[in-house]
């Protein structure tokens, strides 16, 4: 949650102040007198969004450091949890402890975490406690680049989804399953970086994010995104049950694989140029989609293909019908990022 919202939303910190208009022209607005004796500091980074200012201190640091604290927690295995929520809202430390020594095998999934976090490392460790620093720069890159890259992870997932199908290779299918998890990594990367962004708008300025409400927007993109990934990937899963093809169904699940895939990549595009006229063409291939899906429906109806092969190829069109569902969603997105009121 940004910092706007923090105030407005979480400590009810709301005053009504006067604007001044002075002789030359210029307009002064008098501080609470409490919050500038607090801050003690002089400069102000002013940020203008379209309905309102915001204020904070030059100086202001925000707290940057979480404790995990595994005697308040009754699950052990939930720690893993906190610390990759705590890496998605921006610390750059983080700590583990607990009151006793931690047992061994606890102790190496926590080592384990830090491949799951990007840029993270442990840079001090005990018998009771563990610390992971993130040493990375989220300004590194645009907001922009980032979806694109990932996107370019979901393309090379989805290419081979898509072989893996048509050729019934259950060894490609296993490799995709495994190679997906890394996305999760990149996803969780780019949430942090969108959650830092909406905490600091120096980085927000320089990573291409303009306000709190596009912060939003974005966060919402790389939900889909993650999704996408999700049902893409989990096609493979029920390529692993099929012990026989069927070439008819195998077919219209292919052409359900392509119209996902070009709606997801004109999405994305539509999304990183924002161009809503092309966002908008892919809310109409939606209904093609459609179309396919009770295409396999009907001819699974027939009776030509076995049960347990037919809910197979079902499960895998619905999967590809819900990427197509993502993309219109990023669609919307793309709407509501440019259709801002007045």
């Known amino acids: 949650m940004s910092i706007f919202y923090k105030y407005v939303y979480m400590t009810n910190s709301i005053e009504e102040r006067r604007v001044w208009k002075l002789k030359g022209g210029s307009y002064i607005i008098s501080l609470p007198k409490d919050w500038v004796e607090k801050v003690k500091d002089n ?23 979480a404790i995990v604290d595994m005697s308040k927690i009754k699950d052990p295995t939930l720690v893993s949890y906190y610390v990759l929520t705590y890496y998605m809202q921006g610390m750059e430390r ?22 799951e976090m990007i840029g993270a490392d442990i840079v001090e460790e005990k018998s009771d406690y563990l610390v992971y620093e993130i040493l990375l720069d989220v300004t590194q890159q645009s907001i922009s680049e980032t979806i694109q890259k990932f996107n370019e992870f979901i393309e090379g997932v989805h290419v081979d989804t898509i072989k893996a199908i048509e050729e019934l290779n259950k060894s490609l299918s296993e490799e995709i399953i495994e190679r997906s ?30 306000n709190f409400r596009q912060a939003i927007v974005y966060g919402t993109v790389a939900s889909y995104l993650n999704r996408m990934l999700h049902h893409t990937s989990y096609c493979n899963q029920y390529v692993l049950k099929l012990f026989e093809g069927d070439e008819v169904a195998c077919d219209h699940v292919l052409r359900m694989a392509e119209v996902a895939q070009k709606m997801r990549n ?28 009770d295409e396999l429906l009907n001819y699974l109806n027939t009776g030509k293909v076995s049960v347990n092969i037919g809910i197979v190829y079902s499960m895998i069109g619905k999967e590809m019908r819900r990427v197509s569902g993502l993309s219109v969603g990023i669609a919307d997105a793309l709407a509501n990022l440019l259709l801002a009121p007045a």
């Open 181 to 210: 998890k890394d996305g999760l990594k990149k996803y969780r990367l780019m949430i942090r970086q969108i959650s830092i962004a909406s905490q600091d708008p120096s980085v927000a300025k320089k990573i291409g994010i303009d």
């Open 43 to 65: 400069q102000l980074v002013v940020i203008k969004d379209q309905h309102f200012l915001v204020m904070y201190p030059k100086k202001h640091v925000l707290k940057k450091e």
């Open 266 to 293: 004109s999405s994305i595009n539509a999304f990183i140029e924002k161009d809503l006229d092309s966002a908008l063409k892919v809310i109409k291939l939606m209904s093609i989609q459609r179309g396919l899906e």
């Open 94 to 115: 983080i700590k583990i402890r607990s009151t006793d020594v931690m047992d061994a095998q606890i102790k190496k999934r926590f080592r384990d975490i830090r491949n």
